[in-house]
């Protein structure tokens, strides 16, 4: 018996001991995969007088990110905004709204053909966006500071950008060789990763939340029919033996005048307001939340708006009165009865904001025929195709070459709603650049090239069934940039901002901090900005904005009001820089252009530098009228 124990308590043993030794051998393979972790990405094995220089790196990751999340806040989730589709004299709203002179794709808009259109992005596109805004700005991380001081800092051109944005904060992964070396003391590293503070993902998912409760319960359309009802003749009846007269000039006035007062006391239900009155209860939109961050609802008097109204006499809306006829005089009064049918459609700015960071988006409320539109399908299109790319199954062939039919080898991927799938590379074959492969199945998907030196180019293809697409990519070339403000080079505190944009592609340069462009052949609408420092600073003001709204009780059911006044607090400002020159100029750059000289030099004219604030009005209007001197060198 006791030797059966004992067998039994060495087997036991035996057993621990197995235990023990894998999770030595598990928590060592642990311990090296963090060791090697930490040399391929620098965290832990970079030398001490070299750290100045890769803390600067992964600084300048984090303001470029920072940037890029904020024109993301900034532009309704877009950097690269949609292809621009403009308005027309039966429906004025384009697919933007321009907002300070900055362009804000529409959510949710009704295009001047009368189609209702979407707009909003996923968080997969803006992640795809801030990849691609990434790759063109890290590589113009300025070391020459650290070169002055004798390191030796080489950064590969090659870059690849993963984000994910998350509520509070956004992961950027950067896949990038950078070697630095400074006396016998050197560093290389491939990836590098960078956890940025920001609000990004925590305001976009808001919006959304925000966006969603407007579609169903069209809120938005029920405030306008109120104020319509409230500032216009719709219907009713007056006590009066002669008629009555309308302008419909005078109306628009009167409604654009209240939409621009009311909107503005538009709130989510949450703790960033208080409530001073029982009754302003009516302003409060229940979203299924309580909101920690400031919302706000913005209409201006200055964007587009659509008013139409019937029975409509050459501009005036006349009712006539009933008792003059013969044989009612027995009633001894008269009354005027009317009625008058409505389309309205204007847009609104939402903005969710907390401290310096923002994000805002527009819709159009649309009421037609005295009613709220009718809502979209909520249900819509999924942000994600589930399987996509597993699923290749419709051979399609892919011929790559530049604009003067030479094949080029291109990275091919293919795009279905929000999901991209790599397929390959086109590569040389008896004369052309070819790539012959399975692709997923889907209408009105995208065809994705990109190859080095060139802009990347897409194409509208349906890969249901096999087919032949032929892709032609513009050569981009980069230039040195000049701009001069009256002939003289934009420096010291001044700096330059400039758009070129064409129906493909939208560049923007920050003067002198970025001094090159790259550019394809094409068509350019050229921008210029030129701000200098200056010490105006816009006063603070409260201002008292008054409303009719029905009273309660009785009275209220027969149509009667009461004036309610609220107070409208605007904080005072500092305006640290303004605009002070700049111009427009429509200009075609050639491929001669483009391959034969090495600068592109832009003079723009002085306005001189704000000293009241009217003269940042007139400035920035300056920036329409003013042409620019473009010129190839």
């Known amino acids: ?28 393979g642990v311990g090296l995969f963090f060791i090697v972790k930490g040399n391929i990405d620098g965290e832990i094995s970079i030398p001490k007088d070299l750290e100045q220089v890769y803390v600067y790196y992964l600084e300048c990751i984090n303001q470029e990110a920072s940037l890029g ?54 968080k997969g596109d803006m992640e795809g966006q801030l990849n691609e805004f990434l790759e063109g700005r890290i590589n113009d991380c300025d070391f020459s500071s650290f070169v002055n001081l004798g390191f030796e800092v080489e950064l590969e051109r090659e870059i690849v950008v993963s984000s994910k944005i998350n509520d509070n904060s956004i992961d950027v992964s950067v896949d990038q060789d950078i070697k630095i070396k400074s006396g016998n003391s050197s560093w290389q590293g491939v990836r590098h990763s960078k956890k940025v503070d920001s609000s990004l993902g925590d305001f976009y998912k808001l919006s959304k939340k925000i966006y969603e409760n407007i579609k169903e319960t069209m809120f938005l359309e029920a405030y306008g029919i ?93 009712a006539e009165p009933v008792g003059l006829e ?51 399908d909520t249900a819509g299109v999924p942000n994600q195709v589930s ?47 070819i790539l012959i492969k399975e692709f997923p199945q889907c209408v009105n998907g995208f065809i994705i090239a990109r190859a080095e030196g060139y802009r990347s180019t897409k194409e509208l293809v349906s890969s249901v069934s096999a087919g032949v697409i032929s892709i032609f990519l513009d050569k981009e070339y980069e230039l040195d940039l000049d701009i001069l403000k009256d002939g003289s080079l934009v420096s010291g505190d001044d700096y330059a901002v400039v758009t070129f944009k064409n129906k493909n592609q939208s560049r923007t340069v920050s003067y002198p901090d970025q001094k090159t462009v790259k550019l394809t052949e094409g068509q350019y609408e050229i921008k210029t900005y030129i701000y200098s420092n200056t010490d ?98």
């Not at 013969?326 to 459609?345: K, N, S, T």
């Not at 904001?353 to 819709?363: H, S």
């Open 326 to 376: 013969e044989g009612m005089g027995m009633l001894g009064f008269c009354y005027v009865p009317y009625h008058f049918v409505y389309d309205l459609a204007y847009p609104v700015l939402v903005q969710t904001y907390y401290n310096d960071e923002m994000f805002q988006f527009p819709v159009v409320v649309y009421i037609n025929k005295n009613k709220p539109r009718v809502p979209l």
């Open 226 to 318: 109120d104020i319509l009802r409230l500032y216009a003749p719709v219907d009713g009846t007056e006590i009066s033996c002669s008629p009555k007269i309308w302008g419909v000039g005078e109306i628009r006035e009167n409604v654009t005048r209240a939409l621009e007062a009311n909107t503005g006391f538009i709130k989510v239900k949450g703790d960033y307001y208080d409530l001073n009155k029982e009754e302003h209860k009516y302003f409060v939109q229940e979203i299924g939340e309580n909101v920690d961050v400031n919302v706000n609802f913005l209409y201006s008097r200055e964007w587009p708006m659509k008013m139409e109204v019937w029975p409509n006499e050459g501009g005036l809306l006349v």
């Open 69 to 122: 999340a904020m024109i993301l806040g900034e532009h309704g989730g877009y950097i690269e905004t949609p292809e621009f589709s403009a308005g027309s004299s039966y429906m004025p709203f384009s697919s933007q709204l321009d907002f300070l002179g900055n362009p804000v794709p529409y959510w949710y808009y009704i295009s001047g053909n009368g189609v209702v259109k979407e707009q909003v992005p996923s």
């Open 536 to 633: 105006l600073m816009l006063q603070g003001s409260s201002t008292p904005k008054c409303i009719d709204v029905p009273k309660s009780g009785l009275f209220g059911i027969f149509g009667a009001t009461e004036e309610k006044c609220f107070n409208l607090d605007v904080p005072g400002q500092d305006v640290g820089f303004a605009i002070s020159g700049g111009g427009t100029q429509n200009y075609y750059v050639s491929d001669s252009e483009l391959e034969f000289t090495e600068k592109i030099v832009i003079d723009a004219e002085g306005f001189g530098v704000p000293t009241k604030i009217e003269d940042l009005q007139i400035n920035y209007n300056n920036i329409e009228n003013s042409r620019l001197d473009v010129r190839f060198e």
């Open 387 to 433: 399987e996509l790319c597993e699923h290749k199954n419709t051979e399609m062939t892919v011929y790559t070459y530049d604009r003067n039919l030479n094949p080029v080898e291109a990275q091919i991927e293919f795009k279905c709603f929000d999901t991209t799938c790599n397929i390959g590379r086109t590569s040389l074959s008896g004369g052309d650049s």
């Open 1 to 28: 018996m006791a030797n059966s124990f004992q067998k039994k308590r060495l087997s036991k043993r035996g057993q621990v001991t197995i235990f023990i030794i894998a999770a030595i051998v598990i928590l060592a």
